[in-house]
């Protein structure tokens, strides 16, 4: 990984950065662009955020993880607000007593990435390169630390109105997730988070590392292929080692806001090699399993990612429609959930389905 | 078909079509004027005057105009807004007009008014509406001298009632002014449709003088038959509507280009190349529409959400400046200056054109005046224009097998005839009035989008197929030929059952006969 041990990110980082969280979020996370409007704003006024390497975290630094959490769609009607944003880690700060050393996100993908990044820039606080999904994932103990078996409470959540809920504690990851959804759906669906804070060990022990460096050179393989006019989807296979699965168009979009999440599935239509095939995929907040003619052939953890043909920008689950021209890619998933309980969190049984998780990657071999 | 105008409004030349069942009855193509009236009646009569008197008696005219989307681009005829969110405690770090070009924000902000207030997504109320707030905006906007805003509420399109609401404190406290309530333009996505409610209220002036001009030039030349104006789509509305909604006849230009250029050849599945006075506009007709672009859909660098054609422009036409040591072709115009700055005409400037008649494409102007020009020259700038637009015409292209083209606009002889993945390139008659042919069969639409409760999904959507049909038959449009264009369906939640609010939309040609409404 880069040699740098901390960076000022320009705001060309953060605009690369955006194209590559879209495309980790696999649907999910919520689009990034009114993230990186606020980040601009904020530039225009001056501000700028600290990326550090969380190899230089002390052991007992203190680690503020945020994120926005809720239904998609709901972000397209409440923008996102760096004043909301950072609520919750001020009261979190009141809680503990004890000021944040630096922060981070607790997933890379969607607009969570930059939701960090922007709290970063409205605080000053330094942020961590790392995150604890490498990904995008729609519940709390979908993570890293919680694979880890990390301490999962106390949790900060605030929403738009004067509404602040500190989680003192819960029993396990699964409650903290049952209890703040619960506190989540009645704000409306969506809110700002400080998740169990962390401490600077924890985080270089169990993050999933360099994940921000690993959107920002994603976005800009992206942007650089569409610049030269080459394949901005190959540069996003060659970026992450991944395949595509399916190209088409989309013909139905199933969607509905429940229990805090985005739920649904959507229908393709192939084309070109994959004329008169079907694709669906199912989604909760992101793309959990796609099936092609009917038979599930790539899932959770593995990273599906729908993108657009042309451009290779991402599509999210709350924008994704009728008559868009797709590729369904797929990365390989973190190494993490791939261990027993990692897919016992993360793999297919988690999201509902009745079967085990089989590897996309190993298929092909 | 019955008989029917066409007239494609351009920033150089407004051009005139007659339309009936056998295909294209005369053309005209006259220079537009600053006057939109005298323009469009100078060009109605020189079509009459091809035609002959019977020419008055056709059953509509379409107008496809590219009088708003122009007005955005060059920032000029733009009225100033107000603009009202009504979304606080939320959505306060991101302000109206916060993603439009600084210099276009500059234009039309008349001010921006945050309002506590608006819906959660399942229809119960963020924070009650601050009426007073509403009101003091409203004072404020009357004192200001502002006759236009746009009001945005969040999730209005799943709850109307707060975005009503405020139109009507704000109609009762400033008569006589417009309002654009977001919830009748947009979907899902506030920053998005509050974008273009703001571009629809900046437009309204103009909307306003544009289709009263033309319909004072109809008038003018003793044309009855109703007027339409085209759309995004490739269908039209009544002159009514587009005064209220001029945003919805954006992007009508290249659809109208694209759908003529596929009626002029014969063929529903190609690349479209249109090489007009200043770009050329690289398309890719789909079983005989434009493909839309995917995703966002910037209009003079604004964010909307709007369904337009997958196009991609580059500086080449007519007009296009060719420089000499070195060798530079555009992207600079000379735009509508060309009868007076191309050399053939007696100008100084070495422009395409000029490039085009010393090669024998074109014959226009006065070869004499060119007869100096280095064959090494011109050969090399038209081969750099060739490479220009092959380079384009290859990035547009999804089918890895070659594909037929059309070549159409003025300057459609400076497309090459051997183009890598092309099969071949189609050279159409009236391809320099493709614009207006395509506004001249203009599709009839028709839309659904209503509450259904306690239907399944499924069947909510095939009821709401079944109503948008039927309004494009009760229209005029024939029955075999309806295609859909949009389908989608939002459930809501805070209705009791299973309620689900679906859209649709559906276009067909105009039915040989058209029926009574």
Same mark, same amino acid.
């Given at each position: 990984?880069?040699?740098?041990?901390?960076?000022?990110?320009?705001?060309?980082? !953060?605009?690369?950065?955006?194209?590559?969280?879209?495309?980790?979020?696999?649907?999910?996370?919520?689009?990034?662009?009114?993230?990186?409007?606020?980040?601009?704003?904020?530039?225009?006024?001056?501000?700028?955020?600290?990326?550090?390497?969380?190899?230089?975290?002390?052991?007992?630094?203190?680690?503020?993880?945020?994120?926005?959490?809720?239904?998609?769609?709901?972000?397209?009607?409440?923008?996102?607000?760096?004043?909301?944003?950072?609520?919750?880690?001020?009261?979190?700060?009141?809680?503990?007593?004890?000021?944040?050393?630096?922060?981070?996100?607790?997933?890379?993908?969607?607009?969570?990435?930059?939701?960090? !990044?922007?709290?970063?820039?409205?605080?000053?606080?330094?942020?961590?390169?790392?995150?604890?999904?490498?990904?995008?994932?729609?519940?709390?103990?979908?993570?890293?630390?919680?694979?880890?078996?990390?301490?999962?409470?106390?949790?900060?959540?605030?929403?738009?109105?004067?509404?602040?809920?500190?989680?003192?504690?819960?029993?396990?990851?699964?409650?903290?997730?049952?209890?703040?959804?619960?506190?989540?759906?009645?704000?409306?669906?969506?809110?700002?988070?400080?998740?169990?804070?962390?401490?600077?060990?924890?985080?270089?022990?169990?993050?999933?590392?360099?994940?921000?460096?690993?959107?920002?050179?994603?976005?800009?393989?992206?942007?650089?292929?569409?610049?030269?006019? %080459?394949?901005?989807?190959?540069?996003?296979?060659?970026?992450?080692?991944?395949?595509?699965?399916?190209?088409?168009?989309?013909?139905?979009?199933?969607?509905?806001? %429940?229990?805090?999440?985005?739920?649904?599935?959507?229908?393709?239509?192939?084309?070109?090699?994959?004329?008169?095939?079907?694709?669906?995929?199912?989604?909760?907040?992101?793309?959990?399993?796609?099936?092609?003619?009917?038979?599930?052939?790539?899932?959770?953890?593995?990273?599906?990612?729908?993108?657009?043909?042309?451009?290779?920008?991402?599509?999210?689950?709350?924008?994704?429609?009728?008559?868009?021209?797709?590729?369904?890619?797929?990365?390989?998933?973190?190494?993490?959930?791939?261990?027993?309980?990692?897919?016992?969190?993360?793999?297919?049984?988690?999201?509902?389905?009745?079967?085990?998780?089989?590897?996309?990657?190993?298929?092909?071999? | 078909?019955?008989?029917?105008? &066409?007239?494609?409004?351009?920033?150089?030349?407004?051009?005139?079509?007659?339309?009936?069942?056998?295909?294209?009855?005369?053309?005209?193509?006259?220079?537009?004027?600053?006057?939109?009236?005298?323009?469009?009646?100078?060009?109605?009569?020189?079509?009459?005057?091809?035609?002959?008197?019977?020419?008055?008696?056709?059953?509509?005219?379409?107008?496809?105009?590219?009088?708003?989307?122009?007005?955005?681009?060059?920032?000029?005829?733009?009225?100033?807004?107000?603009?009202?969110?009504?979304?606080?405690?939320?959505?306060?770090?991101?302000?109206?007009?916060?993603?439009?070009?600084?210099?276009?924000?500059?234009?039309?902000?008349?001010?921006?008014?945050?309002?506590?207030?608006?819906?959660?997504?399942?229809?119960?109320?963020?924070?009650?509406?601050?009426?007073?707030?509403?009101?003091?905006?409203?004072?404020?906007?009357?004192?200001?001298?502002? $006759?236009?805003?746009?009001?945005?509420?969040?999730?209005?399109?799943?709850?109307?009632?707060?975005?009503?609401?405020?139109?009507?404190?704000?109609?009762?406290?400033?008569?006589?002014?417009?309002? $654009?309530?977001?919830?009748?333009?947009?979907?899902?996505?506030?920053?998005?449709?509050?974008?273009?409610?703001?571009?629809?209220?900046?437009?309204?002036?103009?909307?306003?003088?544009?289709?009263?001009?033309?319909?004072?030039?109809?008038?003018?030349?003793?044309?009855?038959?109703?007027?339409?104006?085209?759309?995004?789509?490739?269908?039209? $509305?009544?002159?009514?509507?587009?005064?209220?909604?001029?945003?919805?006849?954006?992007?009508?230009?290249?659809?109208?280009?694209?759908?003529?250029?596929?009626?002029?050849?014969?063929?529903?599945?190609?690349?479209?190349?249109?090489? &007009?006075?200043?770009?050329?506009?690289?398309?890719?007709?789909?079983? &005989?529409?434009?493909?839309?672009?995917?995703?966002?859909?910037?209009?003079?660098?604004?964010?909307?959400? @709007?369904?337009?054609?997958?196009?991609?422009?580059?500086?080449?036409?007519?007009?296009?400046?060719?420089?000499?040591?070195?060798?530079?072709?555009?992207?600079?115009?000379?735009? @509508?200056?060309?009868?007076?700055?191309?050399?053939?005409?007696?100008?100084?400037?070495?422009?395409? $054109?000029?490039?085009?008649?010393?090669?024998?494409?074109?014959?226009?102007?006065?070869?004499?005046? /060119?007869?100096?020009?280095?064959?090494?020259?011109?050969?090399?700038?038209?081969?750099?224009?060739?490479?220009?637009?092959?380079?384009?015409?290859?990035?547009?292209?999804?089918?890895?097998?070659?594909?037929?083209?059309?070549?159409?606009?003025?300057?459609?002889?400076? /497309?090459?005839?051997?183009?890598?993945?092309?099969?071949?390139?189609?050279?159409?008659?009236?391809?320099?009035?493709?614009?207006?042919?395509?506004?001249?069969?203009?599709?009839?639409?028709?839309?659904?989008?209503?509450?259904?409760?306690?239907?399944?999904?499924?069947?909510?959507?095939?009821?709401?197929?079944?109503?948008?049909?039927?309004?494009?038959?009760?229209?005029?449009?024939?029955?075999?030929?309806?295609?859909?264009?949009?389908?989608?369906?939002?459930?809501?939640?805070?209705?009791?059952?299973?309620?689900?609010?679906?859209?649709?939309?559906?276009?067909?040609?105009?039915?040989?006969?058209?029926?009574?409404?």
């Amino acid at each position: 990984m880069s040699e740098v041990k901390e960076q000022v990110l320009q705001i060309d980082d !953060i605009e690369a950065m955006a194209v590559g969280t879209w495309i980790l979020g696999t649907g999910g996370g919520g689009s990034p662009y009114l993230n990186l409007l606020n980040i601009r704003e904020l530039y225009a006024a001056g501000r700028r955020v600290t990326l550090k390497d969380p190899m230089t975290l002390p052991d007992d630094a203190l680690v503020a993880v945020l994120s926005s959490q809720g239904a998609p769609l709901i972000g397209q009607e409440r923008l996102a607000d760096s004043a909301m944003a950072l609520k919750p880690l001020r009261i979190m700060e009141e809680y503990l007593g004890r000021k944040f050393d630096a922060l981070m996100p607790v997933e890379i993908g969607g607009g969570n990435g930059l939701h960090a !990044i922007m709290v970063a820039a409205a605080t000053g606080l330094p942020a961590i390169d790392a995150d604890a999904m490498g990904r995008a994932y729609p519940e709390a103990q979908m993570t890293s630390f919680a694979v880890a078996n990390l301490q999962c409470y106390p949790l900060a959540i605030s929403d738009i109105r004067d509404n602040e809920v500190i989680i003192h504690k819960a029993h396990s990851w699964k409650w903290m997730e049952r209890a703040s959804r619960k506190v989540c759906t009645e704000f409306g669906s969506q809110a700002s988070t400080c998740k169990a804070p962390r401490s600077g060990k924890e985080v270089r022990d169990h993050g999933i590392l360099y994940t921000c460096n690993k959107a920002i050179s994603l976005g800009e393989a992206v942007l650089k292929a569409r610049k030269k006019h %080459t394949n901005p989807v190959d540069a996003i296979l060659d970026e992450c080692q991944g395949s595509r699965i399916f190209t088409g168009k989309v013909t139905d979009v199933e969607r509905r806001t %429940t229990g805090g999440f985005l739920r649904g599935r959507t229908v393709l239509e192939g084309l070109g090699t994959n004329t008169k095939e079907k694709f669906s995929l199912d989604f909760q907040n992101e793309f959990s399993v796609g099936s092609q003619n009917g038979e599930a052939i790539v899932m959770t953890p593995d990273l599906i990612c729908v993108v657009d043909s042309i451009s290779g920008e991402g599509i999210g689950t709350e924008s994704i429609r009728y008559g868009q021209r797709v590729d369904v890619l797929v990365l390989p998933a973190p190494e993490i959930f791939l261990s027993p309980r990692g897919l016992e969190l993360v793999g297919p049984r988690a999201f509902g389905f009745d079967f085990d998780y089989q590897s996309y990657f190993k298929d092909q071999k | 078909m019955n008989q029917r105008i &066409g007239i494609d409004v351009g920033g150089t030349n407004t051009d005139a079509v007659l339309v009936d069942a056998n295909g294209v009855v005369g053309a005209i193509k006259s220079p537009t004027t600053v006057d939109v009236t005298s323009g469009v009646r100078g060009a109605l009569t020189e079509l009459i005057n091809s035609i002959g008197p019977s020419a008055k008696q056709v059953d509509s005219v379409m107008i496809g105009t590219t009088h708003f989307v122009n007005a955005v681009v060059q920032r000029k005829d733009l009225n100033k807004i107000a603009a009202l969110r009504v979304t606080l405690p939320g959505s306060a770090s991101l302000p109206p007009l916060v993603d439009w070009p600084k210099d276009l924000a500059r234009v039309v902000n008349g001010g921006s008014y945050f309002i506590s207030g608006g819906n959660e997504f399942d229809g119960q109320q963020v924070v009650p509406l601050d009426e007073d707030a509403v009101v003091k905006a409203a004072q404020s906007i009357r004192d200001s001298g502002i $006759t236009s805003v746009g009001i945005t509420a969040s999730f209005s399109p799943l709850s109307s009632a707060c975005e009503d609401r405020v139109a009507e404190i704000i109609s009762h406290e400033c008569p006589g002014i417009r309002i $654009t309530c977001s919830h009748a333009l947009g979907r899902i996505g506030l920053l998005e449709r509050e974008n273009a409610t703001l571009l629809n209220a900046s437009l309204l002036d103009l909307a306003t003088n544009t289709t009263d001009a033309f319909r004072k030039a109809l008038d003018d030349v003793g044309i009855t038959a109703p007027l339409y104006i085209t759309l995004n789509d490739g269908t039209v $509305t009544s002159s009514e509507l587009a005064r209220k909604f001029p945003v919805y006849c954006f992007a009508s230009g290249p659809t109208n280009s694209m759908r003529g250029a596929a009626f002029l050849s014969g063929l529903q599945d190609a690349i479209v190349c249109d090489v &007009g006075g200043t770009t050329a506009d690289i398309g890719c007709l789909v079983n &005989g529409f434009p493909r839309e672009a995917n995703n966002v859909v910037e209009i003079g660098g604004v964010r909307t959400l @709007f369904r337009m054609p997958d196009l991609i422009s580059i500086g080449i036409g007519g007009g296009t400046m060719v420089r000499e040591n070195p060798l530079g072709v555009g992207p600079e115009s000379v735009g @509508f200056r060309l009868l007076e700055e191309a050399r053939v005409f007696g100008g100084s400037q070495l422009t395409l $054109t000029d490039v085009a008649v010393a090669s024998g494409l074109m014959d226009v102007g006065d070869k004499t005046q /060119i007869s100096d020009l280095p064959e090494t020259l011109f050969t090399a700038a038209l081969a750099t224009a060739h490479q220009k637009i092959s380079l384009t015409i290859d990035q547009i292209k999804t089918d890895s097998q070659d594909v037929p083209m059309i070549a159409v606009g003025g300057g459609a002889p400076l /497309i090459p005839e051997k183009i890598p993945g092309i099969s071949e390139v189609h050279r159409v008659p009236f391809h320099g009035v493709a614009n207006a042919v395509g506004a001249a069969i203009a599709q009839i639409s028709g839309e659904a989008d209503q509450v259904f409760q306690d239907f399944t999904r499924d069947d909510a959507l095939a009821a709401a197929l079944e109503i948008a049909i039927e309004n494009a038959v009760k229209s005029g449009a024939d029955r075999q030929s309806i295609k859909i264009i949009e389908m989608e369906d939002l459930p809501i939640a805070y209705l009791p059952g299973h309620a689900i609010r679906a859209r649709v939309r559906v276009v067909g040609d105009i039915a040989a006969k058209p029926k009574e409404c």
